[in-house]
């Protein structure tokens, strides 16, 4: 299933809290908004789908790997 791109509630709702973000987060960010409902592997995932065809950058601060929404025009 490597590449796949398909739509479930846990996707919907890591996208919608990453929307409404307007600064760099963690996958550890999105786990604490999400309440705790999500696994982090599938955060994790979610994260690096997301910085691989271009939608989230990807960079490390302070040994953080944090994630920012790019620009979409």
């Known amino acids: 299933m490597s590449g796949t791109n398909y739509r479930t509630k846990q996707r ?5 809290v ?3 973000t307007s600064s760099a987060f963690t996958a550890k960010d999105l786990y604490l908004a999400l309440g705790r ?5 599938t955060i994790y995932r ?7 065809d271009g939608t989230l950058l990807k960079f490390s601060e302070n040994e953080n790997t944090m994630f920012t929404k790019l620009k979409q025009t």
């Open 12 to 16: 919907d709702h890591i996208q919608s």
């Open 18 to 20: 990453i929307q409404s």
């Open 37 to 41: 409902k999500i696994g982090l592997v």
């Open 46 to 52: 979610f994260l690096e789908q997301k910085s691989s």
